[in-house]
């Protein structure tokens, strides 16, 4: 069953298919993202309400090389 | 509507609640015993009546009020799932790959009642307002069959059926890898969020889950809930595996039956060490707690894909384990890195297990190494291999624990049935 969504809270998401293990999230976010032992990203998925928390989530999330981190919007299951 | 048909297994109910194809009170193995090879259409016909398709909206109430799950592993209701896609015409995607190895509930169901998956699909389409579906079959796995039976249908509801064969891997039926595949993609996983405008305008349903639909359509909703339970109704199919007397072949569930009834239902020959239960990324049982586990949807231990696989008397759960994880380890799509390197160290270290060549602290480093895999990667085939490996490690801890203590696997038989092994395993 899907989990059911804070409708006003964003949250990061990853594409674990483009992920390749640059790292550059885990530095811009490390509140949210960590690396494994192998290089990739690790990602808290809990609703992001601290807005300077959102700020770097959203930061990691356009500054990922491969495109694999979004952050998605409250209410909508698409989109950057 | 042949109600009577339907209405009868309420009256013959099958002994102990497990049904064989063509047993009298079976509900989508009803009607004719295997001999008889596939049911014709007209067979069919005569004995369930036409499929009366009713609107979209209609079909999506009848599928709300049945509370039919999914069939294919998630167990996600499927009036949810056809309600999300109702809005786009989605094309269906009847999934009959069946790429685990151990099961064949689905190609029973594409060769001998082939029109209950093709009259599900009708029905998913309808459901989705849609005018295509598509059954993904192996052409060798039931495909064959589906495709006579596509030329005998002389009604199609609105709805235009076709056949696409799937590549031969295990991630093949993942369902995003469905979606790529008839999207015109590799058919690898994609995620769901991220999915393209194509991939996004399929829905992909089970084929048992199809066949469910094409009774459900005559049947109604109460009769639906007559078998099964509250929270999980319906019949089910299992296949049986490994260690039953009668491995390989495919009983229907009327209602939630204990593991040890259904072995005896079936002929099996003993009180296996332990069970897989659903799937070989699945959960492994103790044996004594087997005999009582109750086998069913929404039970205590997921059904899965359905397949039960007893352990072999002469085998060992480690080496079992270890030989199942390579096998999944190497059916990585290999997109992702979690996946991929995970998958592979985890099964290096069961080998090391296996050959009695790991230690105690290697022990705890695999079962942390298969907790990390939770959730990672971009579909679900990380976590079913963690649950297998964690599960084996709970349930063979004495094995675990003497092997860690240096002593090499001392099974002579190894039972579960793999496809086309390419490298042979080390400990044999």
Known sequence: ?80 | MRAGALLGDERAAPVGGVALLGDEGARLLAGPSADAGAESFAAQRARLGPLVLGTPEDTRSLIGASGLLGRGGAEFPTALKLAAAAASGALVVVNASEGEPASRKDELLCRFRPHLVLDGACVAARAVSGARAVVYVHRRRGGAALGAALAERTEDGGVALGLHEPAERYIAGESSAVADALAGGAGLPRRRSFASARARATVVINAETAAHLALLARGGAAWFRAAGSDAAPGSTLVTLAGGFARAGSVVELLAPVALGRLAAATGSLGAPEAVLVGGYAGTWVPGAAAAGLSIGRGGAVPLGCGVLAPLEGASCGVAETARLVRYLARESSGQCGPCLHGLAELAARFDALALGTARRRDVERTRALAASLRGRGGCGHPTGVAQLAESALEVFADEVHRHSAGAACAAKAVGLPLPREEQPCPWR
């Open chain 1, 1 to 80: 069953m899907p989990v059911a969504l804070n409708p006003r809270a964003a949250r990061l998401a990853l594409d674990g298919t483009r992920c390749d293990g640059h790292g550059i999230c885990a530095l811009r976010c490390p509140e949210r993202i960590a690396l494994d032992q192998w290089g990739y990203a690790v990602v808290a998925d809990d609703p992001i309400v601290e807005p300077r928390t959102l700020a770097r989530a959203r930061r990691a999330a356009a500054a990922c090389p491969a495109g694999a981190l979004v952050l998605l919007a409250p209410a909508s299951s698409a989109g950057r």
